[in-house]
């Protein structure tokens, strides 16, 4: 497969595009933070965003989806990421949606698949129990009880996990903590009894949750994949969800970028645009060249979810991309930042949105420290 968009493709980003620009610019996120909204996205353009068929492009027909590939889904996140747009789009679809095609057993994805796509049943990972991403670092305990199992434990950083209606928890039924093996997925209930869910205000003005578990009960059909091999279907999910991630910060770094350009091209000193300054022209050529290189990684991380590459090469091009782009988004929002002058750190001006969308961004699901080392080892270092 190229390492290009076909003709749909382009199609479909420029209908994102529009979409987003028209319905879900960042006036729309301004005014969802301003209103202290209690969901923290609009529901109006989230169904309009499925009426699209945007919850539907990576699934199978059967399962109601558009069988459009990761690619699709890819292009419309990165417009998504230019208006910083805020939906269940990411929590829902690329993370819990992927978790379920990935290890559900054929009930489970004949049932959540399509209700997914349709916007009927919303999803969220509550997978971290600490301040950084530790995929195997679960404390939180899953006992068997009669014919099912009751858990308990704490999860921090569960995106869109105040309006998930169902949370996938990822729960320690044997092994210590760290281990690899013993982590088990559970579909809970957000309302079931025991489970006490507090939102979170992010500094980016986006979704996330702490959820406290107490003597939840679930049935053994609560189960997705097999119990104690939650890692083998988190591994791929995570990386899968890291490219989609990078997807969405690729597009908010690029619309970082125009606008700091288009600023230095408006902005006057001395009689003349400050963009004519040969210190500023380096610095916009160097991030040019970053952003040229982190579109490279994306395509070619989407692309090699789509021509189904093995699960090894698949997380190596997930850490390299959601590294690499991590790495460019925290340049060009600071550059952005420091080339607007002082005004550029008021609220008045939205070049600020996007150094708080790229502090967040860049911690979850393992920041660049965490990317590059494990690059590394997957390498052999």
Known sequence: MPMILNEEQNMLKDSAKDFCTNNAPIAQLRSLRDSENAEGFDRDTWN???????????????????????????????ETGRTLTASPLFSSAWVGGTVVNLGGSDAQKAEMLAKVATGELLLALALEEGHR????????????????YTLNGKKTFVLD???????????RTSGDQGARD????????????????????????????????????????????SVDGGADILDPALDIARIGLSAEMLGSLQECFERTVEYLKERKQFGVAIGSFQALKHRAANMFCEIELSKSCV??????????????????????????????????????????????MTDEFDIGFFIKRAAVTEQTFGDVNFHRNRYGELEGY
């Not at 399962?63 to 996140?77: I, M, R």
């Open 48 to 78: 309009a965003m499925v009426e699209l068929g945007w919850a539907a492009i990576p699934w199978a027909e059967e399962h109601g989806g558009l069988a459009f590939g990761y690619k699709g889904l890819g292009v419309v996140t990165e």
């Open 182 to 225: 013993g982590i088990t997925l559970f579909l809970v209930d957000r309302n079931a009894d025991g489970v006490n869910v507090t939102r979170t205000q992010m500094v980016d003005s986006r979704n996330a949750a702490n959820i406290e578990l107490s003597g939840v009960s679930v049935g053994a059909d609560a189960v997705v994949g």
């Open 133 to 148: 991403h530790a995929p195997y670092n679960i404390a939180t305990s899953a006992e068997s009880a009669g014919d099912g």
């Open 161 to 171: 996990g105040h309006v998930a209606d169902q949370l996938i928890v990822a729960a």
């Open 299 to 344: 395509l070619e991380a989407l692309t090699a979810l789509d021509e189904g590459r093995d699960a090894a090469e698949v997380a190596k091009l997930a850490s390299l991309t959601k590294a690499k782009v991590g790495e460019t988004f925290n340049l060009v929002s600071r550059e952005g930042i420091q080339m607007h002058g002082g005004i550029g």
